[in-house]
């Protein structure tokens, strides 16, 4: 079985800084790409940052400059760094691994999610 846990979320306030990890964990033959989520009440869930098995990462318009992704391959770990937080960064943040599992297909894995609310 293959298993995601979040890490790191929160309450900070406007400005603030948050680190969010995600640690996979499991009978893991080999991840391939991977990302972080989020969903804002009343909203549909969206891609915060991606990572795909053979490029760059990409971040959504609203976050470029003040959110980072980075991966610790040696460790099944991915981060994602928060600097200067809105109160719009207010959500739910998922992260998502495609991994292939021993004698499993490619297949997708979500963490629990962890809120982070940004308030004064």
């Known amino acids: 079985q293959v298993q995601l846990v979040e890490s790191g979320g929160g309450l900070v306030q406007p400005g603030g800084s948050l680190r969010l990890s995600c640690t996979a964990s499991g009978s893991i033959f080999r991840i391939s790409a991977m990302g972080w989520y989020r969903q804002a009440p009343g909203k549909q869930r969206e891609l915060v940052a991606g990572?795909?098995?053979?490029?760059?990462?990409n971040y959504a318009d609203s976050v470029k400059g003040r959110f980072t992704m980075s991966r610790d391959n040696a460790k099944n770990k991915m981060y994602l760094q928060m600097n200067s937080l809105k109160p719009e960064d207010t959500a739910v943040y998922y992260c998502?691994?495609?991994?292939?599992?021993?004698?499993?297909?490619?297949?997708?894995?979500w963490g629990q999610g962890i809120q982070v609310t940004v308030s004064s």
């Open positions: 990572l795909p098995s053979d490029g760059d990462v």
């Open positions: 998502n691994f495609w991994i292939v599992a021993t004698n499993k297909p490619l297949s997708d894995y």
